[in-house]
């Protein structure tokens, strides 16, 4: 069984900086793609990065980019996002996930069924 443990949120002031971590438990992440996803209140999971096992490419949501960046160390079995200039509209559950379907990131991988396994999620408040 695919697990994951993410960590790192917080409540945040606007304009400051988190950086998340999803470690994997029970299995290793070097032949895996890991997406990040977020979900308001109300709304729907969106895919906020993907990163391949390799961590040589990396997609972004829009309204992310510049701001977010996504990494990966196999060695520790952890997958980072780093997120900086933070907006209240970045307020969320944040979580990673990911398939052993592929290693790469699909040109479906903002979609949540890309994805087969997940974490519990962290809670991510940007707020004055």
């Known amino acids: 069984q695919l697990q994951f443990v993410e960590s790192g949120g917080g409540l945040v002031e606007p304009g400051g900086s988190l950086r998340l971590s999803c470690a994997a438990s029970?299995?290793?992440?070097?032949?895996?793609?890991i997406g990040w996803f977020r979900q308001a209140p109300g709304k729907e999971r969106e895919g906020v990065s993907c990163?391949?096992?390799?961590?040589?490419?990396?997609d972004y949501a829009d309204s992310v980019k510049g701001r977010f960046t996504i990494s990966r160390d196999n060695a520790k079995n952890t997958v980072y996002l780093q997120m900086d200039s933070l907006k209240p509209e970045d307020t969320g559950v944040y979580y990673c996930?990911?398939?052993?379907?592929?290693?790469?990131?699909?040109?479906?991988?903002?979609?949540?069924?890309?994805?087969?396994?997940w974490g519990q999620g962290t809670q991510v408040t940007v707020s004055s």
């Open positions: 996930a990911t398939t052993p379907r592929r290693t790469f990131c699909s040109s479906t991988w903002s979609t949540p069924t890309d994805y087969d396994y």
């Open positions: 029970g299995f290793t992440l070097d032949y895996y793609p």
């Open positions: 990163i391949t096992s390799s961590g040589f490419s990396t």
